[in-house]
């Protein structure tokens, strides 16, 4: 029917609050990882032998940010996007998923498991018909 919106099927609306989910456990690292930056001021952080430094510290920290915000804007346009947002979505799941299994295989993440979850969730609902079906919706003119 003209002038009527499309309801967003389930596995989008999922995808949306797993993007806010990820979005929020970002800033929450980034900041962590630079006030860690900040407080190592150019010494070395000893950790089973290898050292990591402040720079490589505060690197982590704004790709953190950066992540954390193409999420949430990704997250925050689903209503109203149209493919582009599917694929940033499903990108940014595939590299959530991605960091999770490298941090599982090298033993240096608690929380792989979890990123592995979320960014595969997204990942394979962001790929599926009805997500497809639903950003390629025609959509009325206001």
Known sequence: MPGQELPMPGPVKTSRVLLYVIGGLNVLGGVLLLL???????????ADGEGLSAAGLYLGGLL??????VA???AARFRSGRQGVRIGAAVVGGLVAANGLLSAVT????????GIALGGITLVNC???EAAGYFGRPRTVR
């Not at 860690?36 to 000893?46: D, F, I, M, R």
């Not at 953190?64 to 915000?69: F, P």
């Open 64 to 69: 953190s940010l950066a992540l954390a915000g």
């Open 107 to 114: 033993g240096s993440g608690g929380l792989s498991v979890a």
């Open 72 to 74: 949430i804007v990704l």
């Open 127 to 129: 790929l599926k018909g």
């Open 36 to 46: 860690a930056g900040a407080a190592q001021s150019g010494e070395l952080l000893e």
